[in-house]
């Protein structure tokens, strides 16, 4: 399949909106944990993503708050700093199935400095697009042009380690691992 090298903010602004609308499973105890392992780890291709409290001071940083992944029918939040999801999420990385993201590496190594694992079928999906001629690789504008849509840019920058997730940030990280999956499976057609 053909896809255009670039769009334009007029081309992306005729788009339609989209966001995700399925299932988002939050994982925020280890009995959810549990309940989920299984259902994550049948998955073949998932959408990957983490967020990361924002730092607004020269040398401050912080560690990635959740890891998204997008399956066929749910999108799992995994919430970092309320259960210890390190045996799963090294499983993950560590399985043959596909991990889809955007700007995968910088995520890789940001969570091998929570706990080890040696990834496996990593696949940075900009990275992908280019090989195939796309020159604008961020997901939103590889969504405008592999999948005629428009993401909203929504709550990038807010406190993805708080005690309470909005229903807005929920939507915006669900979206990011769902879109990631979407465009892989689209590129790989």
């Given at each position: 399949?053909?896809?255009?090298?670039?769009?334009?903010?007029?081309?992306?602004?005729?788009?339609p909106i989209r966001r995700y609308e399925g299932e988002v499973r939050l994982i925020?105890?280890?009995?959810?944990?549990?309940?989920?392992?299984?259902?994550?780890?049948?998955?073949?291709?998932?959408?990957?993503?983490?967020?990361?409290?924002?730092?607004?001071?020269?040398?401050?940083?912080?560690?990635?708050?959740?890891?998204?992944?997008?399956?066929?029918?749910?999108?799992?939040?995994?919430?970092?700093?309320?259960?210890?999801?390190?045996?799963?999420?090294?499983?993950?990385?560590?399985?043959?199935?596909?991990?889809?993201?955007?700007?995968?590496?910088?995520?890789?190594?940001?969570?091998?400095?929570?706990?080890?694992?040696?990834?496996?079928?990593?696949?940075?999906?900009?990275?992908?697009?280019?090989?195939?001629?796309?020159?604008?690789?961020?997901?939103?504008?590889?969504?405008?042009?592999?999948?005629g849509i428009r993401i909203p840019k929504g709550k990038r920058t807010s406190n993805w380690a708080a005690a309470r997730l909005?229903?807005?940030?929920?939507?915006?990280?669900?979206?990011?691992?769902?879109?990631?999956?979407?465009?892989?499976?689209?590129?790989?057609?």
């Amino acid at each position: 399949m053909q896809f255009a090298v670039s769009i334009s903010h007029e081309e992306m602004a005729r788009l339609p909106i989209r966001r995700y609308e399925g299932e988002v499973r939050l994982i925020e105890s280890p009995e959810a944990l549990e309940r989920e392992a299984a259902a994550i780890a049948r998955e073949r291709v998932l959408g990957f993503d983490t967020e990361t409290r924002p730092a607004f001071r020269k040398g401050e940083s912080y560690p990635p708050a959740l890891v998204q992944l997008a399956g066929e029918a749910a999108v799992w939040i995994l919430r970092l700093q309320l259960v210890d999801c390190s045996v799963l999420v090294r499983q993950v990385m560590e399985s043959d199935s596909i991990k889809a993201g955007i700007g995968v590496a910088d995520d890789v190594r940001q969570l091998k400095k929570l706990f080890a694992f040696e990834e496996v079928s990593v696949l940075d999906v900009g990275a992908a697009a280019k090989r195939v001629g796309v020159e604008q690789t961020g997901l939103r504008n590889l969504a405008g042009i592999v999948l005629g849509i428009r993401i909203p840019k929504g709550k990038r920058t807010s406190n993805w380690a708080a005690a309470r997730l909005t229903r807005q940030q929920i939507g915006y990280a669900a979206l990011d691992a769902w879109a990631a999956r979407a465009l892989y499976l689209a590129l790989a057609a």
